[in-house]
């Protein structure tokens, strides 16, 4: 199972401020994933929190980068999910997601929580969703990831904007 191994992730956030980036695309999965988010903000002590809605994962980049640029926000958290088709697009999608993130957090250096999900299958999703059933919330994950670098970050090297 992915989550093997994983850190038991807990930060107190408040005074942050948080924009949540997230894809519209599967309806289903994207809602557990807000969710989850929403409620890893609410239970870190974060009540700042801007949520932006793109069409899909492609979108989630630049969106990230325009928020972590005005210098607003301690963290960004983007969400989407890509599930594998019989085209090679799901590639496309997942390594321009992935490094376009990881550009807007390596530029700007506001934290930037991953929560995209790129599985083969609906039922994949689900299961990292965070809906009643599922075994990994992976919304929540991204969240409490980010902040924690937001927090680790603040201790080391205070913003300067």
């Known amino acids: 199972m992915s989550g093997d191994g994983s850190p038991d992730l807990a930060v107190d956030g408040t005074g942050l401020k948080v924009a949540l980036v997230a894809a519209r695309w599967h309806e289903e999965i994207m809602?557990?994933?807000l969710a989850g988010a929403q409620q890893g903000l609410q239970d870190s002590g974060?009540?700042?929190?801007?949520?932006?809605?793109?069409?899909?994962?492609?979108?989630?980049?630049?969106?990230?980068?325009?928020?972590?640029?005005?210098?607003?926000?301690?963290?960004?958290?983007a969400l989407g999910v890509v599930i594998k088709g019989g085209t090679p697009?799901?590639?496309?999608?997942?390594?321009?997601?992935?490094?376009?993130?990881?550009?807007?957090?390596t530029s700007t250096g506001v934290p930037v929580g991953f929560g995209v999900l790129t599985v083969e299958n609906e039922s994949q999703g689900l299961h990292r969703a965070g809906l009643r059933g599922s075994r990994e919330d992976k919304?929540?994950?991204?969240?409490?990831?980010?902040?924690?670098t937001a927090v680790a970050l603040r201790e080391v090297a205070p913003r300067t904007s």
Not at 89 to 105: K, N, P, R, S
Not at 139 to 148: K, T
């Open 139 to 148: 919304g929540r994950e991204a969240v409490l990831a980010a902040l924690e």
């Open 46 to 77: 974060v009540t700042d929190v801007t949520t932006v809605r793109v069409p899909g994962s492609f979108e989630l980049s630049v969106a990230a980068a325009r928020l972590a640029r005005t210098g607003d926000y301690d963290a960004v958290v």
């Open 89 to 105: 697009h799901f590639d496309y999608i997942c390594q321009a997601a992935t490094m376009g993130l990881t550009e807007v957090a």
């Open 31 to 33: 809602g557990g994933l």
